[in-house]
């Protein structure tokens, strides 16, 4: 995704949550429409964390579970995933988009 202000990212990000079945609610945070944090909540009390940074592009996003990552992908050297079997390896990848990821967190929900 080309870098965008932070609403506008928010707004996709909402877009596609509310194509979901799997997700109950949000909360967006936006910072100076730069930074914008949001916790998606999901219908089986686990949830969905996103960060992106417009100055930076920096974008990450991690499925949490009892309080531990179970999967995720970010952007913090080059583009990676956590894989669900071993959340803690990092596996390089070309750009993971939040449609992809949510599609493999609706896959092993």
């Known amino acids: 995704m080309a870098r965008v202000a932070a609403s506008e990212f928010s707004k996709e990000i ?11 609610i949000w909360d967006v945070k936006i910072h100076e429409d730069v930074v914008t944090k949001i916790r998606i909540f999901l219908v089986d009390k686990s949830f969905i964390e996103v960060y992106y940074n417009f100055e930076t592009g920096k974008t990450s996003f991690a499925w949490i ?20 079997e071993k959340p803690e390896e990092h596996i390089k990848s070309n750009e993971i988009s939040f449609t992809q990821f949510l599609l493999n967190v609706e896959k092993y929900h």
Request: glycine residues 4%.
């Open 14 to 24: 909402i877009r596609i949550c509310s194509e979901s079945k799997i997700v109950s």
């Open 65 to 84: 579970r009892n309080n531990k990552r179970v999967y995720g992908a970010d952007n913090l050297e080059y583009w990676h995933f956590h894989p669900i």
